[in-house]
């Protein structure tokens, strides 16, 4: 076990609604970034949250937000839900920002969207 | 520029044989390359992770070869064991981004 925990673990939502995820990073931890993966599919990457500071964004409408708090623990917020959103979204935590240290992956929240 | 991909989708090995899983990338940018395993139900795990200033990295059953100049690399598992069922995602990063690229997963079943 990586010590980053998610909450839900699974969600069922309708279209045009409005989700938030939670993630708590392992201790010591003060960078976040949040994963979509859908289906037989790889991760695809969000945005990283660094010392309560976005510090990077994949390819995701403005729709997608985030936001980090004093204790590193990280919300993934999306509005206006549609069909396609369904897949398991992943945090991922690590020690400092930038792609060379180790980022321990969370279980997963698993958004279902109907 | 920004694609990992990976072959193959699937694989079945036997018991004690060795598993191959090939990934290409595109960005000569990247500078780290992780491999991931990941469970059903669980999160992806790190594995294993190269940097293009080495050819080869081992660690235990499991090998890095990486080819800079063909930009490709690829995971070896020795003597791969049942438990080593599970699905891989290789990986490509620039060193001043937290950005991970994944590659599309290798489900990997080892038969007993």
């Known amino acids: 076990e990586t010590g980053v925990t998610q909450s839900p673990t699974h969600l069922i939502k309708t279209r045009g609604q409005q989700v938030t995820l939670r993630c708590s990073s392992q201790?010591?931890?003060?960078?976040v970034s949040w994963y979509q993966q859908a289906l037989g599919q790889g991760p695809q990457f969000i945005f990283q949250?660094?010392?309560?500071?976005?510090?990077g964004r994949g390819n995701f409408p403005p729709r997608f937000s985030g936001l980090q708090f004093p204790n590193y623990s990280s919300e993934l917020n999306v509005n206006a839900l549609e069909l396609d959103d369904s897949a398991l979204y992943l945090c991922?935590?690590?020690?400092?920002?930038?792609?060379?240290?180790?980022?321990?992956f969370g279980p997963g929240t698993r958004l279902l969207v109907l | 520029q920004q694609q990992v991909k990976q072959s193959p989708q699937s694989l079945i090995v036997q018991k004690g044989g060795i598993s191959i899983i090939n990934c290409a990338y595109e960005?000569?940018?990247?500078?780290?390359f992780p491999w991931y395993q990941q469970f059903p139900g669980k999160g992806p795990a790190l594995l294993i992770a190269?940097?293009?200033?080495?050819s080869e990295k081992k660690e235990g059953r499991f090998t890095i070869s990486f080819n800079k100049s063909a930009k490709q690399f690829s995971l070896h598992i020795m003597d791969s064991q049942p438990g080593d069922s599970a699905t891989y995602f290789c990986?490509?990063?620039?060193?001043?981004?937290?950005?991970?690229?994944f590659g599309q997963g290798t489900t990997l079943q080892v038969k007993p």
């Open positions: 991922a935590s690590s020690s400092q920002q930038g792609a060379r240290e180790t980022q321990y």
């Open positions: 201790s010591g931890h003060n960078t």
């Open positions: 949250y660094y010392r309560e500071e976005e510090n």
């Open positions: 960005n000569t940018a990247f500078d780290y």
């Open positions: 190269i940097r293009p200033d080495v």
């Open positions: 990986a490509g990063s620039t060193s001043n981004t937290g950005k991970l690229i």
